[in-house]
């Protein structure tokens, strides 16, 4: 019997910023290494709220300005697209996004959906899961719109996304993006071919 193989699983919200970066490189990431992924949504917002950990808040100016900073820096050096500032953060939309991004992991659009919303969102700055964002990915996508935002907007799917974020917590995720291989948790973009390695190490 062959061995069972291994995937690593990528938690992702949208309204993430550092999922910009492993957002827009995945494909040549994924195509290069020879790996699988797993696309996991979920509401980090949720999470992070539970933790009283609150980024917005006005006396984080500094740290934000730095984020936004660095994820440029980092855009550079991965050579994709480097966002200019103002970026529209955070999003009033956020649950819908990643309920949509729910039925692209079922439907099989999802990473095409991933890279579309996240490039309006930076680079066009149209706020991920607004509609003048989503009319503009989906007519990308050549899928009906309407339709899509109809099934996003069941309660069906937005238990879905509560119960992806129960799971997400019993992992013991507190961020995005988070790469599991197994039961190795790794936070952050940055750690993206730290997981990579991990999962090439131990699948063989």
């Not at 995937?7 to 910009?20: A, E, M, N, Q, R």
């Not at 099989?108 to 899961?129: D, R």
């Amino acid at each position: 019997m062959n061995k069972k193989e291994k995937k690593i699983d990528l938690w992702f919200s949208i309204g993430s910023t550092y999922t910009y970066l492993t957002v827009t490189r995945i494909k040549d990431t994924v195509k290069k290494n020879n790996i699988n992924i797993n696309l996991k949504p979920f509401n980090v917002r949720t999470i992070m709220l539970e933790m009283d950990n609150r980024p917005f808040l006005p006396s984080k100016k500094i740290k934000v300005d730095h984020m936004w900073r660095d994820i440029q820096r980092r855009a550079e050096i991965y050579k994709i697209v480097v966002p200019s500032l103002p970026v529209p953060y955070p999003l009033k939309n956020m649950e819908l996004a990643n309920q949509i991004a729910l039925l692209g992991v079922n439907e099989g659009w999802c990473l095409e959906y991933l890279e579309l919303t996240y490039h309006n969102w930076f680079i066009n700055k149209l706020p991920a899961g607004e509609d003048e964002n989503l009319i503009l990915t989906f007519k990308k996508l050549n899928i009906n719109y309407d339709e899509i935002k109809k099934k996003a907007l069941k309660n069906e799917v937005k238990n879905n996304l509560i119960e992806q974020t129960q799971i997400a917590k019993s992992k013991g995720i507190f961020g995005a993006p988070t790469f599991i291989v197994e039961k190795e948790l790794f936070w952050g973009d940055d750690r993206f071919e730290d997981a990579i390695k991990w999962y090439k190490n131990n699948n063989n």
